[in-house]
């Protein structure tokens, strides 16, 4: 089912005045696709789940699920009569109740006849992979666990939408990573339209369709989750995406829509350009350290060049993030595990025209 959300707005009144939680949003989520709102703590991402899920009242706007109109300024559908299922941060699964009647509690307040209950209620948790645990008290479980039966418990109701505010948050790394795939993998074979709250940048790019990225209240950049990474328009995109370095600088004459030469404190950059950017104007380079080549000799060709001295690197396993400083900045690159560049004082660094993110020094 597509999910609509136009020119939504959020504020809520407090003690000590207003908060502006979001305003003027809009997104479509498309039938079937896992659709992600990736932002820092406050930026409004729950707001926005939970008025979707009729758990909010918005002030302004429109949104619709399946093409039905479930929140305008006329009509305002509560959560049960919306086509939703919810997952929340905390497991909320009830601890006085088995694992069963955890995930059977819906199906009994929509009054489902016990034999279909119980056929339901096992389908859901064969889903994810809990039917063995359906007698287990709730609380005897571990917290990876606990997500899975919360899971089981929205799905179901077969909904045709499920909405997850950051579901995976309270549970450790390694459990996090397993979760993420199985979650994508079996909404993806459910055809279930997923709306996905995060503030993880890597959950987001691995599980997602698309990604909208917010910060204040509304969406800054929304993008399948590669374009993302690659193509930023903002300073602050790419900055909560992956580590980047910025060299501010500015346009020099003879740019060009494709090539363009932006003057920096650490020297002149060839960049690939995607836009067209008066000469003159401020301009932020984008360089991600994975772009940098790193070597003790200075290259033979030329342009891009840096040279620096290491200042510090930590050794992370999959990579070393060794930080180089060149002049009054410290460069970040990412060396294999096994390079002894980081042991060298003194190295070159250079980076391709098409590793530049040219952007607009104004954001
Ligand atoms: N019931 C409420 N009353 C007052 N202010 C609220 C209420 N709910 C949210 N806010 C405020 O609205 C803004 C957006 O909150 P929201 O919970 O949507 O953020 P979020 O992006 O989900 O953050 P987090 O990642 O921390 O969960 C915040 O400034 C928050 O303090
Ligand atoms: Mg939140």
Redesign the pocket.
């Known amino acids: 089912m597509k999910v609509t959300v136009r020119g939504l707005a959020k504020t809520?009144r407090?003690m000590d005045g207003k908060?502006d939680?979001i305003h003027d949003l809009s997104f479509e989520v498309q039938p079937g696709q896992f659709y992600t709102l990736l932002?820092?703590?406050?930026?409004?991402?729950?707001?926005?789940l939970r008025c979707i899920a009729g758990l909010e009242r918005p002030d302004a706007g429109e949104i619709t699920i399946g093409g039905q109109v479930v929140s305008s300024s006329s009509v305002f559908l509560p959560p049960n009569e919306r086509p939703i299922g919810m997952v929340f941060q905390s497991y909320a699964i009830w601890p006085h109740m088995t694992v069963f009647n955890n995930v059977a509690f819906p199906l009994k307040q929509q009054k489902v006849p016990k034999p279909e209950r119980e056929r339901l209620v096992m389908e859901a948790l064969s889903l994810v992979q809990m039917a063995d645990l359906a007698p287990r008290p709730a609380p005897n479980l571990s917290g990876g666990q606990q997500q899975r039966v919360a899971l089981a418990r929205a799905l179901v109701s077969k909904p045709q939408v499920l909405l997850l505010d950051?579901p995976l948050s309270n549970l450790d790394a390694k459990l996090r990573e397993e979760l993420r795939i199985e979650i994508k993998e079996l909404l993806r074979r459910l055809a279930i339209t997923a709306l996905y709250?995060t503030?993880d940048q890597a959950e987001a790019l691995a599980m997602s369709d698309r990604v909208a990225v917010?910060f204040g209240g509304q969406i800054l950049q929304e993008a399948s989750p590669r374009e993302l990474y690659l193509k930023p328009k903002a300073r602050f995109v790419a900055q909560f995406i992956g580590q980047v370095n910025f060299f501010e600088g500015k346009v020099l004459p003879g740019s060009s829509h494709g090539m363009g030469v932006v003057q920096t404190a650490q020297g002149d950059f060839h960049c690939t350009m995607s836009g067209v950017m008066p000469s003159g104007s401020g301009a932020l380079v984008a360089v991600r350290p994975e772009s940098i080549m790193v070597s003790a000799e200075q290259p033979s060709n030329g342009t891009n060049v840096l040279q620096g001295q290491v200042e510090k690197s930590v050794f992370l396993g999959d990579f070393i993030d060794c930080q180089i400083r060149v002049g009054a900045q410290l460069v970040h690159t990412k060396l294999a595990p096994t390079s002894d560049l980081c042991d060298a004082d003194k190295v070159f660094l250079q980076f391709a025209a098409h590793a530049c993110i040219v952007l607009p020094v104004s954001d």
Do not use: I, L, Q
């Open positions: 809520f407090t908060v939680a932002g820092p703590s406050g930026c409004g991402k729950s707001t926005t950051e709250v503030h917010m």
